[in-house]
């Protein structure tokens, strides 16, 4: 097309050449074409003609008669140049004459219409490739995209089965439940666990059917606190199975959430955990079986101090009944001072009872019972029954307990046995010791709801570099030692989710703390009421 109106322009006008250059719509290098009824021009190809004129090759320049030098030939030529299309869309067309008059108003308005008509035509035919072209592209890309979801489909049919197929074969039980907690689906172990079906577990009383009354009430709690915090949850419970019979299961839970953050489903997962809970059990039986027995061991070592601690409530209470009895015995029986006896000896025998019960709790072999605990009366009552053992050795034991401190949640006993073995520790440590020999105990609030104890003992102190070593089983520093009375405060106070460490007395000595947590439950608390509140105090005994 460009190449025939080459020819017709130089047919109907006087020029020396007329050069077209047509831009590729694809991106690629533009078309070039130039004609002449000169000889020389046929030696010069058009990319040439193109860059000899290239600074002139712009629409704007039309309106004016440029002389430029003769891209073939000597001499120079007179120029006019026209766009093929709005702003060279299309390409250029530049025609030449050495006539001086060129171009005349006639050639240019030739010129500019036979342009604008080449221009219209080469961008219909362009326009129409162009349609043709995304015809067939579209034509190709909806057949590659049919066969596509084909594959994709048979694939997404054949990944469904394989993963139903691998949600009923893993060892856990799945279920789903939308943004209000109502079952959806559950997973073939679930349904033969249960005996349900999944019209049966999808109704709004499954959950309650099957879960233990005490565990159903705490997941309602948790579930609620989970939806309103859209976060993740977990918690142990037990589910009766289909021989009616209730087994313990870890379950967890997980939002799927939609792009704003809402809720879609939850996706739950209960992994039996039965075996483990028995073994836990039983692990829980023999670490106490392990406590008491040491309980009994350094009891043992204590009968002496006991005996005596025991000894003096029952001399007193025969001294008052003696002298109770010469009051009533006389001519003239004085009861007043009669009374005053009688009131002394039970205030003793309730002084020797009180410590006939508390060394009684300690070698009493029970399982662990959590309750309110004060720790300062833990304190306290330990204080009395080693009272004789610290004045064996001089030892002045100094208490540093603070008022209205905030109750934990733990077995007295347990928390009693540690208490004992750290003080026993320093007593043990102060023995041989010159100089000053005593014993600090303390209590006070701890940062993040705890309270935190501390036993301090001037004594030989820690062995250098193994702080930590002393608490591991059968680690001991003692001549007649076993090693595990460290090891086994330590298993108690982080069964009771605090921490238990020891570091170096200044100026000299080893100091014992443990942690424990004082988010008592308001209920717990009215259950067990803990004794009368200890008030700071610093005494010597």
Known sequence: MVGTLLDVLLAMLRLDFVYARVNDSSGGPP????RSPHSEYSSVGPQQVGQALGRWLTGGQSASRFMVPAPAGAGEVSIASFSLGLDDEVGMLVAGSQ????PTDIERLLLRVATNQAGIGLQEARRSGEQKRVAAALEQQVAERTTQLKAANEELRHSETELRQLIDVIPQQVVVFDSNWSPLFANRRELEFSGLTLDAVQSTDALAKTFHPEDFKKLAIIRERGRSHSAPFEMEARIRGRDGQYRWFLIRNNPLRDEQGQVLRWY????????????????RQAHADLAHASRVTTMGELTASLAHEVRQPIAAVLTDANTCLRWLTRDQANMEEAREAASRAVKDATRAADIISRIRLLFTKSSPERGVIDVNDVIRDLIVLLRTEVSRYAISVRTKLVADLPPVMGDRVQLQQVMMNLIMNSIDAMKTVEGTRELTITSQRAESAQLLVSVSDTGVGLPPHEADEIFKAFFTTKRQG???????SRSIVESHDGRLWATDNVPRGARFC????????????????????????????
Do not use: W
């Open 514 to 541: 443990f942690i424990l947590p004082t988010n008592v439950d308001p209920q717990a608390r009215t259950a067990g009421v803990p004794r009368g509140s200890v008030s700071n105090d610093a005494t010597d005994h």
């Open 99 to 102: 006539r001086s008059d060129f």
């Open 31 to 34: 078309i070039e074409e130039v």
């Open 268 to 283: 739950g997962t209960r992994t039996d955990i039965e075996d483990r809970k028995r073994a836990e059990e039983t692990l």
């Open 482 to 488: 076993i090693g595990m009375g460290l090891s086994i």
